[in-house]
């Protein structure tokens, strides 16, 4: 089993920054690919980012391009998403997730369950 905590989020105006953080425990993470999905309240939960496992490859989502940067410390058993120049849109729950066997051909990005572990999810929150 892992257990994922999410950091980081809170309050922020629109063009500024936030740094998200999951630490992860249970188990090493580094046999994981990583990602983190958000929601938005009324709003399907949406795929944001994801690192493979052995640092190789990062995918994201079209909206977040450019702006957001996901990372992966194995070491520290942690994985962070960078999120700068936030917009309004960008509000929502976001949720680390952990998974062994991922779909990355979707265009639209890994299928929600295709990642086994989950996180609570930390309010992200960009006034315009």
């Known amino acids: 089993q892992v257990q994922l905590v999410e950091s980081g989020g809170g309050l922020v105006q629109a063009g500024g920054s936030l740094r998200l953080s999951c630490a992860a425990s249970g188990r090493t993470i580094s046999t994981y690919a990583m990602g983190w999905f958000r929601q938005a309240p009324g709003k399907e939960r949406e795929f944001v980012a994801a690192?493979?496992?052995?640092?190789?490859?990062?995918y994201y989502a079209d909206s977040v391009k450019g702006r957001f940067t996901i990372s992966r410390d194995n070491a520290k058993n942690t994985v962070y998403l960078q999120m700068n120049s936030l917009k309004p849109e960008d509000t929502a729950v976001y949720y680390c997730?952990?998974?062994?066997?991922?779909?990355?051909?979707?265009?639209?990005?890994?299928?929600?369950?295709?990642?086994?572990?989950w996180g609570q999810g930390t309010q992200v929150t960009v006034s315009s």
């Open positions: 690192i493979t496992w052995n640092y190789d490859n990062t």
């Open positions: 997730v952990a998974g062994r066997y991922i779909n990355f051909q979707s265009r639209r990005g890994p299928p929600s369950s295709d990642f086994d572990y």
